[in-house]
């Protein structure tokens, strides 16, 4: 024993003169190590179908129309919602006798649009008696708030080019790129814009802010009144007026100018809800039964997934009685079937993975993905997969201590979700993501069953173990 101390003694001291004499071995440590790289895909995953109950929609988007499908199920969404205001109204060389008409403006993205595109459907509006509730959820069921006699107009529409009524509107975003909409405009009684230029001139109060104005006009109600086959997203919601306005030439000769403004609008700020009736399939409800993870939007199914994080940490604390370890990556990988149905039902674009007891709180508070404990992924029609990447943060966090080890660490949920991105371009042509909002999937009907014999999950870790432990074993 006494030999082989002083051998190591004599080699450390041969080593560190040899380190010293080298620039080029500055910073190396005087004991060799040898680094392995360990790659764990042998965990289990478990997933169950669970009902998503009610949801706040939380966003601007509107979903209207009916889709019966035997694949999906029957779906049946119609809107209530407040406006903005805006704060001036133009009153200079306009009078009340000016204003020639009015309409609700409805616009939806080229293409979508889930169904039939030829189908022709009809909206009918209808004024609010009341304020809505706040907060509001899927199931609000606007019966109590208006009276059929309220009604404001009507308007029948298709999404195909070969709808001869069909109005397009393009829009340049920064970038330069145009946006496309199918226009529906519902045309209001012109009463009701002579009664707000009014309401302008003698309270323009409460024109200041949503909640003033509410209380004057608290909003409308929009619903399907004839036909079936298909549901449009509706990116923006307006009331426009249309009016005169007298006005003088350069030449000082009296003018008369035919002049339109938007006034009222939908926006984040005010209350809308999308009030969804949704009745899953046969097929849907059997292979939730039978086992096999169901998710379904607007409204519908969601999956609660329970992940390994235990036996990951096991691991990890396993491969640290040998050697210093370090935690490089952990991925799950998704695997999903696409049910094939006659609508152009897709699968869900993005999907939140997040934490169960985390999931209420998230999108109560508007929050975004943290890749701690949310997460989110894209689905990747060639690989059928969802993939997410950033799971690490949330196993350093149970080896770090900072999240109290109990049986709820590895209960999450996967969620369909829409998704608000910006994109934006530096200098050099560098492009940056930016997530402005995240909300449960309400744009469209989706579904897809996720295949666990093709779901993965996967932990990368590092051990270093050095040749002097090697040696005194």
Do not use: W
Not at 215 to 231: C, D, E, L, M
Not at 357 to 376: A, G, M
């Amino acid at each position: 024993m006494h030999k082989l101390f002083y051998l190591l003694v004599a080699t450390f001291a041969v080593l560190s003169v040899a380190t010293a004499c080298d620039d080029n071995n500055a910073g190396q440590s005087i004991v060799d190590s040898e680094v392995q790289l360990i790659t764990d895909s042998s965990f289990t995953i478990k997933a169950k179908t669970v009902e998503s109950g009610r949801i706040q929609s939380r966003t601007k988007t509107q979903l209207l129309g009916i889709i019966q499908s035997p694949e999906y199920g029957n779906l049946t969404s119609d809107f209530v919602t407040e406006f903005m205001p805006a704060s001036v109204m133009d009153t200079t060389g306009v009078s009340v006798a000016d204003i020639d008409s009015i309409n609700l403006t409805l616009h939806v993205p080229m293409g979508a649009y889930t169904g039939d595109s030829i189908t022709p459907m009809k909206v009918n509006v209808y004024k609010l008696k009341k304020n809505l509730p706040y907060p509001i959820y899927s199931d609000f069921n606007p019966e109590e708030y208006y009276d059929k006699s309220d009604f404001l107009g009507s308007k029948s529409y298709a999404m195909s080019s070969l709808n001869q009524d069909s109005v397009l509107y393009y829009q340049y975003d920064n970038q330069g790129n145009v946006n496309i909409f199918q226009v529906i405009a519902v045309g209001l009684p012109k009463q009701l814009g002579k009664d707000f230029y009014n309401k302008y001139l003698t309270e323009p109060e409460l024109f200041k802010s949503p909640e003033a104005f509410s209380k004057y006009f608290p909003g409308i109600y929009a619903t399907t009144s004839f036909g079936n086959g298909r549901v449009i997203k509706i990116s923006d919601t307006y009331i426009n007026m249309f009016y005169k306005k007298h006005d003088k030439t350069e030449e000082g000769k009296d003018t008369v100018y035919q002049r339109s403004s938007t006034y009222f609008g939908v926006s984040p700020e005010i209350v809308t809800n999308n009030n969804i009736r949704l009745s899953p399939s046969q097929t849907l409800t059997d292979m939730a039964n039978a086992g096999t993870p169901v998710l379904m939007a607007p409204a519908g199914y969601e999956v609660e997934i329970t992940l390994p994080f235990n036996a990951m940490l096991a691991k990890f604390e396993d491969l640290k009685k040998t050697g210093q370890v370090v935690a490089n990556t952990v991925s799950l990988s998704i695997g999903c079937s696409d049910i094939k149905n006659g609508q152009g039902i897709n699968p869900p674009q993005y999907l939140l993975l997040i934490k169960k007891s985390e999931k209420d709180k998230f999108f109560l508070e508007n929050k975004l993905p943290d890749n701690v404990k949310s997460f989110y992924a894209t689905y990747d029609s060639s690989k059928k997969k969802y993939e997410f990447s950033g799971l690490r943060a949330y196993l350093k966090q149970l080896i770090d201590g900072d999240i109290k080890m109990d049986e709820t660490v590895e209960d999450f949920m996967l969620v369909p979700i829409d998704m608000e991105i910006e994109i934006k371009q530096d200098y050099y042509g560098e492009t940056q993501t930016i997530i402005k909002k995240v909300t449960p999937q309400v744009s469209a009907p989706a579904m897809v069953s996720i295949d666990l014999a093709k779901t993965k999950i996967a932990a990368t870790y590092s051990k270093k173990t050095s040749t002097i432990d090697a040696v005194l074993k």
